[in-house]
DNA sequence: CTCAATACTTACAAAAAGTTTAGTATATAA
DNA sequence: TTATATACTAAACTTTTTGTAAGTATTGAG
């Protein structure tokens, strides 16, 4: 992260430089509201995302604690993605930018 | 905005697209806090983001409806940046963001 | 006549992010 | 033997975003 001391000040700056990407808020959005989640399912939802892009993005939430993976050595494979407690209480921001969110997409729409 | 029809079950989705910037978050955070401000304050509190930056996210903030831009033709020019309603419905998530970030720097300076 | 102050804009360059296409591995089913 | 299913990964490429450096406009002060 290109996070440095200058920014110790502003912890929004923190924020959004951890949960940066075109997708990775949908995608936490998405694993709040299933619980949990197989990865095809999730690329579904997400169409037209690419694989490399989704496969990235959960990479890095993962890396940065938010998202768990658990794969089963079954076959044909299979992989489950969570919120961790840590990505857990991200929960009222999601609720809230979804709500935003909602709401003017009808006032856009109301033209 | 790159936000289609695709995209209507998602209204976090639309939130994100039409936030997006390594910097507006944080731009309409300070424009929060300060109810209103300078350009070149908001330039060096920013800093070291740079004026084509700043000048064109906040011209984007604008023509969302988010910021208002009001401009004083004295000389030395003036202008002054503030939230719009629109913007000032935003108050809610930029608050959980700060608190959830002011958290977790902490949190990730333990170590 | 030149400088200073504010709030930018412009052209160009670099970096970051995302997409496309193709391919991997494994084992069961047809 | 070939196809199928899942969950990816690799390389090459395109797009988007951000940064750098310089320049613009205004006018009052020295």
């Known amino acids: 992260m290109d996070f440095n001391s200058k ?32 990865y095809n399912r999730l690329w579904n939802d997400l169409k037209p995302i690419a694989h490399r892009t989704l496969s990235k993005q959960l990479k890095e939430l993962e890396a940065d604690g938010l998202v ?9 494979p ?14 009222p921001i999601l609720e809230l930018m979804s709500d935003w969110g909602a709401k003017h997409i009808d006032s856009d729409t109301e033209n």
């Open 78 to 91: 299979r992989v489950e993605y969570s919120l961790t407690e840590d990505g857990k209480t991200l929960a």
């Open 7 to 38: 920014y110790g000040k502003c912890p929004i700056y923190y924020t959004i430089s951890k949960i940066q990407g075109k997708w990775k808020w949908v995608i936490l959005y998405k694993l709040y509201k299933s619980k949990m989640i197989r």
């Open 68 to 76: 768990h993976r658990e794969q089963y050595n079954e076959v044909p």
